[in-house]
């Protein structure tokens, strides 16, 4: 079975790795896609948010990553896959997803979305937070991956914000 991890991933943080690892060993193919969302003004453009995801999921053999604009499902169908992978963190998440699970069967019902509980350490972390911390100066190595980390310091040094 293939699953697609969809999000924005405006950094990756190692709690969606984590997801990663942990649906790499649950499913054939992890297809982590990157979805545009023309409402979110991102830190990072889609390709290099591709290309950052790509480097720090270099170790699993079964990762694919991908970016799309349109609806989840829509991509899901062109990639053949029957699971949507979601990351669940604390309470406050629970209802947006499941009612983002509801809609998506309603629009397709070849699809499942199975939910993976964020490991502990990981529950109250975010992409915002990580990009509120850098943009006061904050450490954020222990948040995201190591070529993240550089680039996030990177940009914020630059006062391009
Ligand atoms: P979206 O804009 O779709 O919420 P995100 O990039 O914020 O995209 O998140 C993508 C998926 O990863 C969502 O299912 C989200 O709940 C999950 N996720 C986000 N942060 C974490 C975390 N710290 N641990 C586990 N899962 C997470």
Known sequence: ???????????????HLDIIERGCKLFEKVIVTVLRNPAKNPLFP???RVEQICECT??????????????????????????LLRGLRVLSDFEK???????????????????????????????????????????VEHLVPPNVAQEIYLFYKKGDR
Do not use: C
């Open 1 to 15: 079975m293939i699953a697609i991890y969809p999000g924005s991933f405006d950094p990756i943080t190692l709690g």
């Open 58 to 83: 270099a170790h699993l053999s079964n990762v694919e990553v991908d970016s799309f604009t349109g609806l989840t499902v829509e991509y899901a169908k062109l990639r053949k896959a029957g699971v």
């Open 97 to 139: 997803e499941l009612q983002m699970a509801h809609t998506n069967k309603t629009l397709w019902d070849g699809v499942e979305t199975v939910f993976l509980a964020t490991a502990n350490e990981y529950s109250f972390l975010s992409s915002s937070m990580v990009k509120e911390i850098a943009r006061f100066g904050g450490s």
């Open 46 to 48: 889609v390709a290099k």
